[in-house]
C-alpha cells in the first residue's frame, strides 16, 4: 500500500461569476502579462491559494443521569450539518504588487455595495486530487458568503524577501461531497 503523505493535493475554484466583468476587465492586462499567462482571473486567484481551513464539526452529548447516579450520553438531537462550523478561511500568497490582494478586495467591495441584491454567491468548489492530479472528489460549498479580508502590512523596515499571505473568510449555507472518478 502506498500512503499520500502530501498535504497539497487540491484546488480551489472560484465559481465563473465570482469576480465581476469590471474586475475581469481591469486586470486583464496584468494577469495575462505573467511569466505564467492564466486565461481567466479566476485561474489566477485560484493560483495563489495557499492553503483551506476545513470546517470541524463538534457534537454537544446529551447526558442523562441514570439510577445509582451512573451517568450516560446520547447524540445530539441536531441536525448533522448544524454540527459543522459552516465557516471556511482561505490562506492565499500575495502576489507581484500586492495586486492579488486588491484585486480581491475590489472585487469585495463590489459584492458588499448595497446596490448589489446578490445575498450569497455561486457555489464554490473544492476538488482533492490524487498522486497523478486527477480530481478524485468534490466539496461544494453551497450558497456562500464572504465576511472577512484580513489586512496587509506594507513595511520599508522589512529588506528581506518574505512569503506574504492574506486571509479571506466565507460563511456558507451546507456543503455537499461528490466523488468524480470518471
Do not use: C, H
Given at each position: 500500500m502506498?500512503?499520500?503523505?502530501?498535504?497539497?493535493?487540491?484546488?480551489?475554484?472560484?465559481?465563473?461569476?465570482?469576480?465581476?466583468?469590471?474586475?475581469?476587465?481591469?486586470?486583464?492586462?496584468?494577469?495575462?502579462?505573467?511569466?505564467?499567462?492564466?486565461?481567466?482571473?479566476?485561474?489566477?486567484?485560484?493560483?495563489?491559494?495557499q492553503?483551506i481551513?476545513?470546517?470541524?464539526?463538534?457534537?454537544?452529548?446529551?447526558?442523562?443521569?441514570?439510577?445509582?447516579?451512573?451517568?450516560?450520553?446520547?447524540?445530539?438531537?441536531?441536525?448533522?450539518?448544524?454540527?459543522?462550523?459552516?465557516?471556511?478561511?482561505?490562506t492565499?500568497?500575495?502576489s507581484?504588487?500586492?495586486?492579488?490582494?486588491?484585486?480581491?478586495?475590489?472585487?469585495?467591495?463590489?459584492?458588499?455595495?448595497?446596490?448589489?441584491?446578490?445575498?450569497?454567491?455561486?457555489?464554490?468548489?473544492?476538488?482533492?486530487?490524487?498522486n497523478?492530479?486527477?480530481s478524485?472528489?468534490?466539496?461544494?460549498?453551497?450558497?456562500?458568503?464572504?465576511t472577512?479580508?484580513?489586512?496587509?502590512?506594507?513595511?520599508?523596515s522589512?529588506?528581506?524577501?518574505?512569503?506574504?499571505?492574506?486571509?479571506?473568510?466565507?460563511?456558507?449555507?451546507?456543503?455537499d461531497?461528490?466523488?468524480d472518478?470518471?
Open positions: 502506498i500512503l499520500n503523505v502530501r498535504n497539497n493535493s487540491f484546488v480551489f475554484l472560484f465559481p465563473e461569476n465570482f469576480f465581476t466583468n469590471s474586475i475581469k476587465e481591469k486586470y486583464k492586462d496584468y494577469y495575462q502579462s505573467l511569466i505564467l499567462p492564466y486565461d481567466t482571473i479566476d485561474d489566477f486567484m485560484s493560483s495563489t491559494v492553503q481551513d476545513f470546517p470541524s464539526w463538534n457534537m454537544p452529548t446529551a447526558e442523562q443521569t441514570r439510577p445509582l447516579g451512573k451517568r450516560q450520553d446520547y447524540k445530539s438531537s441536531k441536525p448533522l450539518k448544524e454540527l459543522f462550523n459552516r465557516e471556511i478561511t482561505i492565499m500568497k500575495i507581484d504588487a500586492y495586486l492579488n490582494y486588491f484585486i480581491f478586495l475590489e472585487n469585495s467591495l463590489e459584492f458588499l455595495d448595497f446596490s448589489n441584491k446578490k445575498q450569497t454567491l455561486s457555489p464554490i468548489r473544492l476538488m482533492m486530487l490524487n497523478e492530479g486527477y478524485v472528489s468534490s466539496i461544494i460549498f453551497n450558497n456562500p458568503i464572504l472577512s479580508q484580513s489586512g496587509i502590512k506594507l513595511s520599508y522589512s529588506v528581506t524577501p518574505q512569503f506574504n499571505t492574506f486571509d479571506i473568510k466565507f460563511k456558507y449555507f451546507d456543503f461531497l461528490k466523488v472518478f470518471n
